[in-house]
């Protein structure tokens, strides 16, 4: 009956999943900067703050391999999955990680 | 309570050494505050030989950067020399009159390099090789042409240096009074084996030779004067005759002064106060220059100035040269001498020698050349003093062998190792440090261990050391290095082994390599993957379709990313050559994107800094509009052709290298190569297009074409090689492309062309060039590739191509935050 909560989480359809070239990535400005969405090798999406934790690079620009993506500017590998810098660079620096859901083959970005 | 205050004089590598032995021992317990002379941070003054061969950068040998004083609360005064010290009030003095006072002080000043007092020895381009500024002034000098260098002293610097220094590009000479180089660690067989290597890298050798005046000309250095008579011309003379330990300061204070500064064994100078480690110093009547013997001061320093109770009772040395491609080892009484017996060993084909000196049982000294793998393993034995009389058969031969056919486990000795026993001396690595970041960081690769560690990361000395660590900690899952060194971490094969096959397996696609040669990951790395995508496309053009998301991100969108995330754009100017209009068009575009810098590049074009992302095809438009296409500024590919004005307008020129420049380029734009490709022309030997530093470069004179390859202007200077000369520039455009085209089929990714020369050596590029048939094959598979390549990928992308490279998922979110 009381079945009605309100999401907490405000969501926006921002595209399809197939608009994300595999392993590769697609922006999406917002006011606080970039967010990208990454679409892997086994066809999983991740997003995170379009921002390399070491000089803040854009991480949309670079290569995506297995769950992971090279920053383009000094080559620090970024997990998708938790946004920490990778192999000798763990501990050193985080992305946020931004909220993202798949239903029917859209994206939706999440807003807290 | 305020902590004590420590004071250490010197930011060299004693110095800083010796701090990191009292934090790692008692981190809170002092204050800080470094004084050095030097404007700079702690660097590896070792290691300085290999960044004067151009084999290292100055980054590479930082031990401590900034960070490192800001985290341990180190207050460095860098540039600031101490000028007194106030033993009776514990205080320092620098020249300003500023004082600060201690409650312990080290004197880590270490030594001065001697100078002869040579008549002449104060001409301008006569130096010492001590610091960076030397290395500085030596790598200055070796960039003019055909410039001589002597070097004064065969001792391990001296060679170190004039190997440096041939490196470069100079000619080098080193003059040694002794008849044997390096003869305080060589004996005679080893030395003459040292003189025969140096020869081949392009270092002569004049022993027994007395030198007796440096001689000048209008205040330089022009040649040093023999006792014998004999003058050797030089533009740059080196004296690395020896040190002589600091001690100015010392001495002023009125500390016990003999020829260093006196220690005890627990490093305390005759004032309890202060202390002092490294190459300043004199304990029991020995000073050093070695750096084994200064960590070992420091580890008893660190221990004594935290109530420990270590003590320091002298060094065994050993020695290793640092000229790549010569394995030099040494310790001890490798001479022999009365009591000695030797083991000898010589391997004639692989250039070895190895002598293993005995004396009561006991390995008392040894000298390898050529294979000195087994150099710390000796080294070991004779510090322990263990009896080898029961594997005398087998000692000479290395540790792999004496303990396979004695039956032992060849790891059982690292498993013995203290974790405090230190592994890399360069860096202060301990056994502990590195097993313990194996098993907390899943490390399986030498290179992993180096990343976080620094371990082995220096001189690569204890590499093997390294090695076997892993292997105890790991096993079978240590992913040792044998054979060509792997593209990248995702497979064991090198890059010879997967060009060759996918040619011969006709593999067309990344996937299809990946299965093929059994990679070990899904989908490569941001290593393999551009790789593998220029091998198909090299391998297979008009066939294989480029894999984009296997290109860096300036391949992809063609433009070149700035650190702010913008894009630079440089249109193509064919030779150099542009017009009016085409400055017009550029000039628009500047103003109607607002663009802010324009600034002219070395390859004789105009690069826009700083354009937006969304705006490149926009921008590329306009320029296409004019008849500008892509300059391929950021492509491993051909880059640029440079030219100077030749017969069109100089009154030297001997042939049109403006008009052959531009023929080049248009022929060959857009192909793409293992690395970036330049290009020059120049119309005389004046050579005003600067040819002889590019990758392909052609001297014009009267009676042809000059062709020249493998210069570089960059991270490492080369000069070119010159590969054949031609009367026709026909002919020079068909060598030209021919050697792209070798080039193209058998570099390694990323390999530029100087490197690849070296690898496969200059004659046998000369003899495909020179081989009617084998050119014309080169050539033709280069025309057939470019009918594909020589496309302007802006125009495309103007006309929609990968639009989404260019343009946002979605702006529905623009103005709202995230």
């Known amino acids: ?112 | 309570m305020a902590k004590e205050k420590l004071v250490v004089i010197g930011n060299g590598m004693a110095g800083c050494r010796a701090v990191q032995e009292v934090l790692k021992r008692d981190p809170g317990r002092y204050e800080i505050a470094i004084f050095g002379a030097e404007p700079r941070v702690n660097y590896d003054r070792i290691m300085l030989s290999p960044v004067l061969a151009g084999e290292k950068s100055f980054a590479d040998i930082v031990i401590n950067d900034e960070a490192w004083y800001r985290d341990n609360g180190i207050t460095l005064h860098a540039g600031l020399a101490v000028h007194e010290i106030d033993v009776a009030r514990r205080l320092i003095r620098v020249a300003s009159g500023q004082a600060w006072s201690y409650d312990r002080l080290i004197l880590a000043t270490g030594s001065d390099p001697i100078r002869l007092p040579l008549p002449g020895s104060d001409l301008a381009g006569v130096v010492t090789f001590r610091d960076l500024d030397d290395v500085e002034a030596m790598t200055a000098a070796s960039a003019i042409p055909d410039s001589r260098a002597v070097v004064i002293g065969g001792g391990l610097l001296g060679i170190e240096a004039a190997y440096g220094l041939a490196r470069r590009g100079m000619k080098a000479t080193v003059v040694h009074l002794m008849d044997v180089l390096m003869e305080r660690q060589l004996d005679a067989s080893a030395g003459f084996l040292l003189t025969e290597a140096m020869l081949a890298r392009g270092v002569e050798t004049v022993l027994e030779a007395q030198s007796e005046e440096i001689v000048g000309e209008g205040g330089r250095v022009k040649g040093l004067k023999l006792k014998d008579g004999r003058v050797l011309p030089c533009d740059l003379l080196v004296m690395s005759v020896g040190i002589r330990p600091n001690t100015t300061l010392a001495k002023a204070a009125g500390l016990e002064v003999g020829r260093g500064v006196v220690v005890d064994d627990q490093m305390q100078t005759s004032d309890p106060n202060v202390f002092a480690v490294g190459e300043c110093v004199e304990h029991r009547g020995q000073c050093y220059g070695l750096v084994a013997p200064i960590w070992e001061m420091c580890r008893t320093l660190g221990e004594t100035l935290t109530a420990g109770s270590g003590a320091y009772e002298g060094s065994v040395l050993s020695t290793r040269l640092k000229v790549s491609g010569v394995d030099v080892f040494s310790a001890g009484k490798f001479g022999g001498g009365e009591g000695c017996e030797d083991i000898v060993f010589r391997d004639a084909g692989r250039g070895v020698y190895k002598r293993i000196v005995l004396e009561g049982g006991k390995v008392a000294g040894a000298v390898l050349f050529g294979d000195a793998a087994d150099g710390g393993w000796y080294f070991d034995l004779m510090k322990s003093g263990e009896d080898v009389r029961g594997f005398r058969e087998t000692l000479v031969f290395g540790q792999a062998a004496t303990e396979g056919l004695r039956g032992l486990d060849p790891s059982a000795a690292v498993a013995a190792m203290a974790d405090t026993a230190e592994v890399c001396g360069c860096n202060g690595v301990c056994k502990g440090e590195i097993t313990g970041a194996i098993a907390a960081q899943g490390l399986t690769t030498l290179e992993g261990v180096r990343a976080v560690t620094k371990a082995s990361a220096s001189c690569g000395t204890c590499t093997p050391l390294v090695e076997k660590l892993l292997k105890l900690s790991i096993g079978d899952a240590f992913q040792e290095q044998k054979g060509p060194k792997p593209v990248c971490g995702c497979t064991h094969r090198g890059h010879d082994e997967v060009r060759g096959r996918l040619v011969t397996e006709e593999l067309k696609s990344i996937p299809a390599v990946m299965q093929a040669l059994e990679w070990t990951t899904p989908d490569g790395c941001a290593s393999c993957r551009p790789a593998l995508n220029y091998y198909l496309v090299c391998a297979w053009p008009g066939d294989y379709r480029d894999d984009k998301q296997s290109r860096f991100v300036n391949e992809r969108v063609h433009a070149n990313i700035q650190k702010d995330g913008t894009y630079s754009v440089v249109p193509r100017m064919w030779g150099g050559v542009t017009s009016s209009d085409e400055l017009r068009a550029i000039a628009d575009v500047v103003d109607k994107f607002d663009i802010p810098t324009v600034k002219v590049t070395g390859g004789q074009r105009i690069d826009l800094l700083g354009v937006k992302k969304d705006d490149l095809p926009a921008v590329w438009a306009d320029l296409n509009a004019a008849g500008l296409v892509s300059g391929h500024a950021y492509a491993k590919g051909l880059r640029t052709v440079k030219t100077c004005v030749g017969t069109d307008w100089c009154r030297f020129g001997t042939q049109d290298s403006t008009g052959l420049g531009v023929r080049l380029e248009k022929f060959m734009w857009g192909s793409w190569s293992p690395a970036k490709v330049k290009l020059a022309v120049s119309g005389c030997p004046r050579n005003c297009a600067e040819a002889t530093c590019k990758d392909i470069g052609v001297i014009c004179v009267d009676s042809g074409y000059e062709i020249h390859v493998g210069g570089a202007a960059g991270l490492h200077i080369r000069g070119t090689e010159l590969l054949t000369k031609v009367a026709s520039e026909d002919e020079a455009v068909w060598a030209i492309c021919a050697v792209m085209q070798m080039y193209r089929e058998d570099g390694w990714y990323l390999e530029r062309i100087y490197k690849w020369m070296d690898r496969v050596g200059l004659d046998a590029i000369r003899a495909a060039v020179e081989d009617p048939d084998t050119r014309k094959g080169l050539y033709d598979r280069f025309s057939y590739s470019q009918r594909f390549y020589r496309i302007d990928p802006w125009a495309e992308r103007v006309a929609g191509r990968d639009s989404h490279e260019f343009n946002p998922l979605s702006r529905r979110m623009e103005f709202e935050p995230a």
């Not at chain 1, 990454?38 to 769950?67: E, M, N, W, Y």
């Open chain 1, 1 to 112: 009956m009381n079945a009605f909560v309100k999401d907490p989480i405000q969501w926006t359809d921002v595209g399809a999943v197939t608009d994300i070239p595999i392993r590769g990535s697609r922006r999406v400005p917002t006011a606080d900067g970039d967010i990208a969405i990454f679409r892997t090798g086994d066809g999983r999406v991740f997003a995170l703050k379009d921002r390399c934790p070491h000089k803040g690079g854009p991480l949309s620009q670079g290569i995506v391999h297995g769950h992971a993506v090279t920053c383009p500017l000094h080559n620090w590998n970024v997990e998708l999955a938790t946004g920490e810098a990778m192999g000798a660079d763990r501990g050193k620096g985080c992305t946020p990680v931004v909220p993202l859901r798949v239903e029917g083959g859209r994206l939706f970005l999440g807003r807290v």
